[in-house]
Nanobody, 129 residues
Framework: QVQLVESGGGLVQTGGSLRLSCAAS????????MAWFRQAPGKEYEEREF????????????YYAPSLKGRFTISRDYSRNTVYLQMNNLTPEDTAVYYC??????????????????WGKGTLVTVSS
């Protein structure tokens, strides 16, 4: 059974930084793409926003939501079965529950919720003004 456990959320002031972690277990981590999504307060599941994705191989360049590229960085540590999201220069608009996600298929580009088969429970990020 695939399990994704996020951590690292919390309260931060505008302009601050946070690094989120997602520990994956239940299958061979290195063989599957990973992604981060976020869901702002009051939004429904279908409005969960794609943040970034990283493929199973370092051959591929990580892909970001265009509005977030430059402030957010996704990475993965194969030895720890963990994927990270470094978030810099945060604003109140970044307040959301951040979810780690992955697919049941290999070699897949993740771009939206319809691509996802497994979700973590999420970690809350609150950015104060």
């Amino acid at each position: 059974q695939v399990q994704l456990v996020e951590s690292g959320g919390g309260l931060v002031q505008t302009g601050g930084s946070l690094r989120l972690s997602c520990a994956a277990s239940g299958r061979t981590f290195s063989l599957y793409p990973m992604a981060w999504f976020r869901q702002a307060p009051g939004k429904e599941y279908e409005e969960r926003e794609f943040v970034a994705t990283i493929r199973e191989s370092t051959y591929y360049v990580p892909y970001y939501a265009p509005s977030l590229k430059g402030r957010f960085t996704i990475s993965r540590d194969y030895s720890r079965n963990t994927v990270y999201l470094q978030m810099n220069n945060l604003t109140p608009e970044d307040t959301a529950v951040y979810y780690c996600a992955t697919t049941v298929s290999q070699f897949r580009d993740i771009r939206g919720v319809s691509d996802i088969d497994y979700w973590g429970k999420g970690t809350l990020v609150t950015v104060s003004s």
